[in-house]
């Protein structure tokens, strides 16, 4: 284990010292947008772009969709129609890998597939990302039980545990009102997630994401809470309303560390460090820790896994040798990791990096895996109205997804692609075949004869309207890297879309996932084809 020296962070010891500045961007949700208005709101939610106070407020939820039953009863009846047809694959899954497109709208996809193609120099329309090749494609209906838009929350709660919840909220039931730690603890509110259901199954379990591992899509693989934005137990004083105490709140971070199944995960790699570390501390990213609580999880975690590896750079996550560790945890950034076009490539991996090394740790069990891949700055780019990000963040998720093709039998893992929302970024006008899918459309124009961009948003910062309110020429702007893409409503930000979103799948028993289905559906349909959890499996089959 010697060449493991430089590779295990001494948790006690954190240093100051920076690799590399850190380019950090703001957390895009707050929590007034996101459930409602408050004037008690504090101060420290103001930081944020979207506030979660603001989201959750005021949206009613129908009274059978509290019931966690009403969902597996939908879910199990969606199952029973599609077994209904010729069922011709009899494989069973060893293996279950879930990527997750978070804000990965449809026309996301469409953008970035020409841009794909025209990054070789062709028109780009006649491309097609790696998932798009899979044999099966459907579509997930995303609303959440309060909310005709959801959030990243109750969406993960749907596509993870098989239960719409409202929004905001993850792991728990919609009985759970907003902000109400003591029902979010009661057991009878929560619901179980498919990496439960596969460690029940002695399955290894992951999660990978290029935003932190206590974000809303990874959180919804442990978590349960009432508010997303309880991370840290600093952040349970920040946006609990004076109605909560960490001391009888569990923060996310804790939950993931200290309780299962978060605590038995084989991988976890993404971006966050600083909600696990107390604020007395600083992190190799030169920033302060978060906790309030003067708890360093990190040492507790190495307590509890002996033989367990640390990451928090490139560097040191390409050098850990998967076969003589027993557990990795990576964390390569304070809060979100950067966008890939402006990351450090010596300090943060690829999501094809850690997609692989993630895979390379999970496929020791000879029992099999379930792995949960998020490609979460997608939203990011697309919140941004930054199609320069989300294309390319989607094109790195596109890279992933060929890299777990490329290292897993197809006879024995089911790979789905799908996301959590969409965002409103259209497509417009009728530009002709091989028009720069980031620039201007040549062969359209306004009233006024002013050409417009091919892409556009319906919320956001920068609408480009002159003195009387009429549309600027953006020939001398739209291009840049940093360039902001037009939007119709001014915002503090964008925001999503409740339109459907793709599902893709292949390997065994990916034929389930064609045609509508609720995205409560999605778990549910990765049990019964890897024989996990108490619904309806293929494996019912062998016992008639």
Known sequence: MKSYVSIVLVLSALVATSLAASIDMPEIHT??????ASASSAKGRDLSLIDPNAMAKGKPTPEEEKNAQFWYDLAHEEIAKRLELPQLDKRRAKNVIMFLGDGMSLSTVAA???HKGQLKGNPGEEDSLSFEKFPYTGLSRTYC???????SACTATAYLCGVKTNIVALGVTAAVNFNNCSGSEDPANRVESIAAWSQAAGKATGIVTTTTLTHASPSGAYAKTTNRFFESDTDILTY???QNDPATCTDIATQLITQSPGKNFDVMLGGGIGKFLPNTITDPFNKKGERSDGVNLLSRWQGLHP?????????????VNASRITSLIGTFRSGVMSFHKLANAKEEPTLAEMTRKAIEVVSKDEDGYFLFVEGGLIDYGNHFNSPTHSLDETLQFEQAVAEALGMTDPEETLIVVTSDHAHPLTISGYPGRGTPILGLNQHDTDVNGVKYATLNYAVGTKQYLDEHGQRIDLTDQIGAEDFIHPSYIHGRIGVHAGEDVGIFATGPQSHLFSGMMQQSTIPHLMAYASCVGNGPTLCDNDED
């Open 145 to 151: 039980a309060n909310a005709q838009v959801a959030d």
């Open 307 to 319: 033989g367990g590896v640390l990451a928090y750079n490139r560097d040191q996550l390409l050098s």
């Open 31 to 36: 929590q007034s947008q996101l459930v409602g």
């Open 112 to 114: 970035a597939r020409i």
């Open 240 to 242: 609990g309303e004076g």
